[in-house]
């Protein structure tokens, strides 16, 4: 019996609540950030953003959450009704379980599995499933010609996004996330060396997560919002949901990966007192200003014009800086882990 | 290990229940979906088994990308399930001739295994040990050294039928208006623009 509760019963209940410290602040984080980008995009457009409900409208993304769960969920009577609650369910599951490789700082990582980035990759290639889930299982053209371009938009841009991915593990010699990290400790962060990577990188972040100016599964101009249009209350609500939680992940992903994760910018005297979560909350909170200020800048892609960047923009430069990278190193013999 | 047993066991059953619905699926839809779910079962096998690194490879190309170009092309397929119940009974046998196939060479496979060990080891490299030795640097020390011919070969094979997929595929449409972004963006204002000072009354 005292075997049963060290092996199973004590680790479980210690998994349950890093899984809860995880995504209960992830969520809370999702709430604010839709309640930013609204400030954000209303202080650029000279209006004033949510301000009524809570002090300076703080609160005003639980009242739209409140707001969408006491709404009818409404099935389309010629839905295929399983997958179209799968998919919902599938998005918001995908978003928060990547989560469990993210290193908040040195040793603060709930899995510190070998081969965390390829397990970052393989979930974030499996997003596209939710949208081409929904789109063909709600019956209708406008979700079912979102579905279409989502997937060849989201498969298209993994190729760079997987490329620049290999021009980082070439200079630090390991899959696993935290060495990501800790390879930048000693040397510059990567996204001085790899400068052209990361803008690569931060774009095709944009186009995997289906923001703008690449949100054409979504386009409200010509698609009405795509994939979303037969969802109602909590279908939709996870979409949302998980839609943000996917730009927190991604936005992590480039920090970690660029902007050297939970380490201050100078390991001197007022920059390392401030511990390293906070470092990296900061470098998210301004990729993800980054995100906002991109929507409100930038005109939405034409689509055959989004296939022409991936394919022959992206892919050929990304393919180069892969050699380019990989011949530096063998040449001034500079590869790590030899 | 009775966890790692339980689980086994719990991913092999749902990953040969869905490689059954796979084939028995109405819908060809839900037959992509289910084959997804099989290579997902069949990656946490290989994380049991400890090799991550195959998981992970199997996940993002057979799931990520192989699959979803699957669902793409039969999302679009317009099917009459009818006729596709009655073309059932003529495929049949074809298909379990390769079941057939397929289960003996199994059988053969892991019968020459079992009954002379030595004959794997003259094929195999030795597996190190995880302790010293990630298994993706030891995949990536045979591939690269061993098997580097192989592997290339694997390559190229892959890069022709790229390249057959690509000249199937183009057709040149005459009469098609392109967008020439270079340019577009090397016109000037000079090019197009030109001030004229008109008279009134004259044009010009």
């Not at chain 1, 953003?49 to 409208?57: A, K, M, Q, T, W």
Request: net charge neutral.
């Amino acid at each position: 019996m005292a075997e049963l509760w060290s092996i199973y019963l004590l680790p479980g209940i210690i998994i349950l609540a890093q899984i809860l410290a995880i995504v209960v602040p992830l969520l809370l984080c999702v709430a604010m950030l839709t309640y930013a980008e609204r400030k954000i995009m209303a202080a650029m457009q000279l209006r004033m953003g949510p301000n009524v409900v809570g002090p300076f409208g703080l609160l005003q993304a639980f009242a739209d959450g409140a707001k969408l769960f006491f709404k009818e969920t409404v099935l389309p009577t010629s839905a295929n009704k399983i997958i179209f609650l799968i998919a919902p369910m599938l998005t918001f599951f995908l978003s928060l379980v990547a989560w469990v490789v993210i290193p908040f700082d040195e040793g603060m990582v709930m899995s510190d599995i070998n081969v965390g980035i390829l397990y970052l990759f393989a979930i974030s290639s499996l997003g596209v499933y939710g949208i081409v889930m929904a789109g063909w299982a709600s019956n209708s053209k406008y979700p079912f010609l979102s579905a279409l371009r989502s997937a060849a938009q989201m498969v298209s841009y993994e190729v760079s996004i997987g490329f620049v991915i290999i021009t980082v593990l070439l200079c630090v010699g390991s899959l696993n996330v935290s060495d990501v990290v800790q390879a930048q400790a000693d040397g510059v962060w990567f996204f001085i060396p790899l400068f052209p990577m990361f803008i690569i990188f931060f774009i095709s972040t944009l186009a995997e997560t289906n923001r703008h100016p690449f949100d054409l599964p979504e386009a409200e101009a010509e698609l009405v919002a795509g994939y979303q249009v037969e969802y109602s209350s909590m279908t939709f609500a996870l979409f949302f949901l998980g839609e943000y939680a996917n730009m927190i992940l991604m936005s992590g992903l480039t920090a970690i990966l660029f902007l050297g994760g939970w380490l201050p910018p100078f390991d001197i005297a007022p920059f390392n007192w401030i511990p390293g979560p906070i470092w990296f909350f900061l470098k998210i909170a301004f990729l993800l200003f980054v995100f906002v200020w991109v929507r409100v800048t930038l005109p939405r892609y034409r689509y055959d014009q989004l296939m022409r960047l991936g394919w022959k923009v992206f892919l050929p430069f990304s393919l180069f800086w892969v050699a380019l990278t990989a011949g530096v190193l063998v040449a001034f013999d500079m590869v790590p882990n030899t | 290990m009775i966890l790692q047993g339980l689980t086994f066991y719990v991913f092999a059953a749902i990953a040969v229940a869905a490689g059954v619905m796979v084939v028995s699926a109405r819908n060809p839809v839900h037959s992509v979906l289910f084959l997804i779910l099989t290579f997902f079962t069949t990656a946490a096998l290989f994380v049991l088994i400890g090799a991550e690194f195959l998981a992970m490879v199997l996940v993002v190309v057979y799931v990520g990308a192989v699959a979803v170009l699957f669902m793409f092309v039969v999302m679009m397929l317009d099917i009459n399930f009818v006729e596709m119940r009655e073309g059932f009974l003529q495929y049949m046998p074809i298909g379990v001739l390769v079941g057939i196939i397929l289960l003996v060479e199994l059988l053969m496979v892991l019968g020459t295994a079992s009954m002379s060990p030595e004959v794997l080891a003259t094929g195999t490299e030795p597996i190190p040990d995880i302790a010293h030795r990630q298994n993706t640097a030891a995949i990536g020390d045979v591939i690269y050294t061993k098997y580097i011919y192989l592997f290339q070969a694997a390559g190229m094979i892959l890069l022709i039928a790229m390249v057959g997929a690509i000249v199937l595929t183009l057709r040149q449409r005459p009469g098609v208006k392109k967008q020439n972004i270079a340019e577009q963006v090397s016109r000037r204002r000079e090019d197009s623009v030109e001030l004229k000072k008109v008279q009134p009354g004259q044009g010009i």
